[in-house]
């Protein structure tokens, strides 16, 4: 089998040359294997739909080069419409938070995008699975991000069923004027709270704290970014998203946001900060 030398911190590791996976991602799947199990294909959307909308944000805030920008988008789009998901080879548990699921999907985007630049799989100076696919971002808040993003995208389906089961609770408890019907009607019950929890969980997975990166500091982030992230997120995904509300970053906000907007819809970052905040 061809394979290409990769190079990481820990050292050198031959990766087949066919792969758009790279290096951490081998280590993982080599060190994980802890279910033998995928990650679920909604999981991979959901960071997926993450890096295209942070190479959108990226782009317009001019930190992310026009070319490489639209060659990872396109890289998105190709594997939110099912492709390269055999490449996606990290285990569905692993240590760190979930470090390698995003390494992987950064190297498969990144490896990609250099195919569609013209360039060879493996080549990183052509498009970088961290400087470029993961810009303005950290495990800590890409994670956090794809795992709401599937539950909003998950549970939906999931209360249509409970629906269907509470129902069919109810009308037992009405076929049987006897104990056992009253234990349906309390079953039905109980899904009908159940339900509405989850509704109201729903709310809350809408919430992010996309734009924070490594420790909620926002740390190697564009106010432009950071103010735009969870709209063109919120696009991608096709859900409403918002940030969480952070008083400290408030001051840090205004300061900063007013100077490096470039002039489009939402250049105004003011006008997208909170009115509590002010």
Known sequence: MLSRMEHDSIGALNVP??????VQSMRAATNFQITHRPLHPMLIDSIVMVKKAAAITNEKSGKLDQQIAQAIIQACDEILDGNLRD???????????????????????????????????????????????????????????????????LLPQTIK????????????????????????????????RDIKRLKNVMDEMKVLNIGATAIGTAINVAPY?????????????????????????????????????????????????????T
């Open 87 to 153: 490449q996606f080879i990290v285990d569905a548990i692993q240590g760190g938070a979930g470090t390698s699921a995003n390494m992987n999907a950064n190297e498969v985007i990144a490896n990609r995008a250099i195919e569609i630049l013209g360039g060879t799989k493996g080549d990183y100076s052509i498009v970088h699975p961290n400087d470029h696919v993961n810009m303005s971002q950290s495990t800590n808040d890409v994670i956090p991000t794809a795992g709401k993003i599937t539950v909003l995208k």
């Open 161 to 192: 069923e409970l629906e269907k089961l509470e129902k069919e609770m109810a009308q037992l408890q009405n076929a049987v004027p006897m104990r056992l019907g009253q234990s349906f009607g309390a079953f039905a019950h109980v899904l009908k």
């Open 225 to 277: 970014y950071l103010a735009n992230i969870s709209y063109e997120l919120s696009k991608v995904a096709g859900i409403s998203l918002k940030q969480a509300d952070d008083s400290s970053k408030t001051e840090w906000f205004i300061h900063h946001a007013r100077k490096d907007q470039p002039s489009d819809s939402r250049s105004c970052i003011t006008g997208c900060i909170p009115d509590h905040w």
């Open 17 to 22: 040359a066919e792969a758009y996976y790279g």
